[in-house]
Every structure is written in structure tokens, then in C-alpha cells.
């Protein structure tokens, strides 16, 4: 199959062209390069420099490729500053969506897979969140993310458009070979801050809270290594050739990891310490996050393989020692 990667020089994006050049198919990439990096793809794939919210170059890319299907990665992703920058959030990840859908109907292209999030679901109301669990985002960046799924829903009765949303919790790792990871500016995310931490790049790692109610007093949430994000979006994509309509699916690793348990691995990966203070909680934070992956793993075919705390660490900590990642 042909595929258009939206965002394919992202972290997740990067990964799953990777992915799919490994299986043998062909992939063009296009992405505006904001936050993506044009090294994370390689020379031998096809790249186009381009904003999704751009409809005469879309229009122009759509025909010159026939393509099979899109994946859709391209979206601001910072909950804060989707707080004090709603109108960049809904402009980027609503409206601009909006004119690739259009793009898209243009060129008879039906099938998609849109990068969705946790983040759709607000305050967790259950231990292992699942699809049914109800959607009240508490944040802009949630907001715009569920308005896409609903967008998606319609566009699935009006025009047929055939669609997954895949709800990551939190994306985690690297390619094993270590070529390509995880580097974001700023970066945000636990792991990758734990390893910045080891490496004594920036100031010591802050714990927010060490009072919830979980087995150690911090907070515990679900990591899900990235290369098996990448395996869920191409058989999402296999799904759609005999489903019709618009799907969610929820993707984590199924058990929960707490901020402690992440710097003990860490410690025991790099065989160092990790440089850390306790700080106040953050606000919104839950206790606990974690995904129940029951239906991806039944209607999909879906299997995590790399599930194990200290290798998915291993994996990124490769990574941060290249030189110049």
C-alpha cells in the first residue's frame, strides 16, 4: 500500500514510517518541520515540506500520489500551552484537520487513522480506562482532539469516510537500533526527562506529588512503547478495509508504572542515578492513569511486545546517548 504520514518527522510519526518501510510499503511524508526533524526520516523516503492547513499544496500532493490511505499525526500537543493558546490549538489541530479531510474527499482517498489521546477523556472516573468511559477533556488540547473524533463520526455518515482514532496514553521509547527517539523542545515527558536528568542535562528531575493515593505516593500512569503505537496504526488501517464507519480504540500498556518505579528502572538501565527533588503536586493531575486495551487487542489483533518497564527505558536510553540527539 501507498501511505501519506501527516506529521511523519514527529517522534510518533518518524517511528511509524520506519515501521512501514520495514513491511514494505511505500510512504511519503509531508510535515511543516515545527516541531518534527527532518533527520528522523530517512533520505530514501519521500518528503514533502508542507502545513496540513495549506489546501493548494495538499491539492497538488494528493495529485501527484495515489494513495491508499493517511495517517494522521500532525497536531500541537502541550496541554499548557493549549491553555493559554486555545486559538493556536483549535486553528492547528480542528480547523487545519478540516481542510486534510476536504483534501482528502477531493482525491477519493477514504480510508484514515488519526492520532488521538487520553487527554480526550479529562478527570478518570475508573482504574483501567476503556472506550466507554465518557469524554470531558479539561483542556483545549483534549477539546480539540475530541472534536476531530466527532468531525470524523460525521464525515463517516456523510461522506463515507472510513476512520480509527487511536487514543495513546503515553507513548514511550525508541527505535531499538537507537537512530531515531524522542526529542521534543520543550520536552515534557517523564522518560525522557528522567534520562536528560541522568545525564546532567538540565536541572535535577521534579516529583510532582508524593501523596496520591497509589502504592508509593506518586502518581502512576501507562506507557506504551512506541514502535507498538506503530503496529496498531497499520493494522487499524487493515481493519478499515472491512469496516465501514468511524472507530476509537484505546492503546496503553494495559498496567501501570509510578514516577518512582520509572527512576528505579532508570537507575538500573544507565547504572547511575537519577538526580531528583519532591515539588508540590500540579493541578489536574490524577492519581492514576492507565488504558484498558482489551477492545484493540480483540477486534485489531493487537499485541504489545515491548511491555516491560526497564526495556522500553532501555530502548530511549540508547537514544540519549547518541551523539547530538
Same mark, same amino acid.
Given at each position: 500500500?501507498?501511505?501519506?504520514?501527516?506529521?511523519?518527522?514527529?517522534?510518533?510519526?518518524?517511528?511509524?514510517?520506519?515501521?512501514?518501510?520495514?513491511?514494505? =510499503?511505500?510512504?511519503?511524508?509531508?510535515?511543516?518541520?515545527?516541531?518534527?526533524? !527532518?533527520?528522523?526520516?530517512?533520505?530514501?523516503?519521500? #518528503?514533502?515540506?508542507?502545513?496540513?492547513?495549506?489546501?493548494?499544496?495538499?491539492?497538488?500532493?494528493?495529485?501527484? =500520489?495515489? #494513495?491508499?490511505?493517511?495517517?494522521?499525526?500532525?497536531?500541537?500537543?502541550?496541554?499548557? $500551552?493549549?491553555?493559554?493558546? +486555545?486559538?493556536?490549538?483549535?486553528?492547528?489541530?480542528?480547523?487545519?484537520?478540516?481542510?486534510?479531510?476536504?483534501?482528502?474527499? /477531493?482525491?477519493?482517498?477514504?480510508?484514515?487513522? #488519526?492520532?488521538?489521546?487520553?487527554?480526550?477523556?479529562?478527570?478518570?472516573?475508573?482504574?483501567?480506562? /476503556?472506550?466507554?468511559?465518557?469524554? @470531558?477533556?479539561?483542556?483545549?488540547? &483534549?477539546?480539540?482532539?475530541?472534536?476531530?473524533?466527532?468531525?470524523?463520526?460525521?464525515?463517516? !455518515?456523510?461522506?463515507?469516510?472510513?476512520?480509527?482514532?487511536?487514543?495513546?496514553?503515553?507513548?514511550? &521509547?525508541?527505535?531499538?537500533?537507537?537512530?531515531?527517539?524522542?526529542?521534543?523542545?520543550? @520536552?515534557? =515527558?517523564?522518560? +525522557?526527562?528522567?534520562?536528560?536528568?541522568?545525564?546532567? %542535562?538540565?536541572?535535577?528531575?521534579?516529583?510532582?506529588?508524593?501523596?496520591?493515593?497509589?502504592?508509593?505516593?506518586?502518581?502512576?500512569?501507562?506507557?506504551? =512503547?512506541?514502535?507498538?503505537?506503530?503496529?496498531?496504526?497499520?493494522?487499524?488501517? @487493515?481493519?478499515?478495509?472491512?469496516?465501514?464507519?468511524?472507530?476509537?480504540?484505546?492503546?496503553?500498556?494495559? $498496567?501501570?508504572?509510578?514516577?518512582?518505579?520509572?527512576?528505579?528502572?532508570?537507575?538500573?538501565?544507565? &547504572?547511575?542515578?537519577?538526580?531528583?527533588?519532591?515539588?508540590?503536586? !500540579?493541578?489536574? /493531575?490524577?492519581?492514576?492513569?492507565?488504558?484498558?486495551?482489551?477492545?484493540?487487542?480483540?477486534?485489531?489483533? *493487537?499485541? +504489545?511486545?515491548?511491555?516491560?518497564? /526497564?526495556?522500553?527505558?532501555?530502548?530511549? *536510553?540508547? *537514544?540519549?546517548? %547518541?551523539?547530538?540527539?
Amino acid at each position: 500500500m501507498k501511505f501519506l504520514i501527516c506529521g511523519g518527522a514527529g517522534y510518533v510519526g518518524s517511528h511509524m514510517v520506519r515501521y512501514l518501510d520495514s513491511k514494505q =510499503h511505500e510512504v511519503v511524508v509531508y510535515d511543516d518541520l515545527s516541531t518534527g526533524h !527532518r533527520e528522523a526520516v530517512s533520505p530514501d523516503v519521500a #518528503f514533502v515540506q508542507g502545513d496540513i492547513g495549506d489546501a493548494a499544496a495538499l491539492s497538488r500532493l494528493f495529485a501527484a =500520489h495515489r #494513495f491508499d490511505a493517511v495517517i494522521h499525526f500532525c497536531a500541537r500537543s502541550l496541554v499548557g $500551552e493549549s491553555v493559554v493558546k +486555545p486559538y493556536l490549538y483549535y486553528g492547528n489541530n480542528v480547523a487545519n484537520t478540516l481542510v486534510l479531510l476536504a483534501a482528502m474527499r /477531493d482525491a477519493g482517498v477514504d480510508r484514515l487513522v #488519526f492520532s488521538s489521546t487520553a487527554a480526550v477523556f479529562g478527570h478518570p472516573q475508573a482504574d483501567a480506562i /476503556d472506550e466507554t468511559h465518557p469524554t @470531558e477533556p479539561i483542556n483545549p488540547y &483534549g477539546q480539540s482532539k475530541l472534536m476531530v473524533e466527532r468531525i470524523l463520526a460525521d464525515a463517516a !455518515r456523510a461522506y463515507g469516510l472510513r476512520s480509527v482514532a487511536l487514543r495513546y496514553f503515553n507513548a514511550a &521509547g525508541a527505535d531499538p537500533s537507537g537512530s531515531i527517539g524522542e526529542g521534543h523542545d520543550p @520536552e515534557t =515527558h517523564l522518560i +525522557p526527562n528522567v534520562l536528560k536528568a541522568v545525564l546532567g %542535562q538540565g536541572a535535577a528531575l521534579k516529583v510532582f506529588g508524593a501523596d496520591y493515593d497509589t502504592r508509593d505516593g506518586t502518581c502512576v500512569r501507562d506507557y506504551i =512503547h512506541v514502535n507498538d503505537l506503530a503496529s496498531a496504526h497499520l493494522l487499524a488501517i @487493515e481493519y478499515l478495509a472491512d469496516h465501514a464507519g468511524a472507530f476509537t480504540f484505546n492503546l496503553g500498556n494495559g $498496567e501501570g508504572f509510578s514516577v518512582r518505579e520509572v527512576i528505579a528502572a532508570a537507575e538500573r538501565v544507565t &547504572g547511575r542515578p537519577v538526580p531528583h527533588e519532591l515539588a508540590p503536586r !500540579r493541578a489536574g /493531575d490524577p492519581a492514576t492513569l492507565v488504558a484498558s486495551s482489551l477492545k484493540a487487542r480483540e477486534r485489531l489483533g *493487537w499485541q +504489545p511486545r515491548i511491555t516491560q518497564l /526497564d526495556e522500553i527505558l532501555a530502548s530511549a *536510553w540508547r *537514544w540519549h546517548l %547518541q551523539p547530538g540527539y
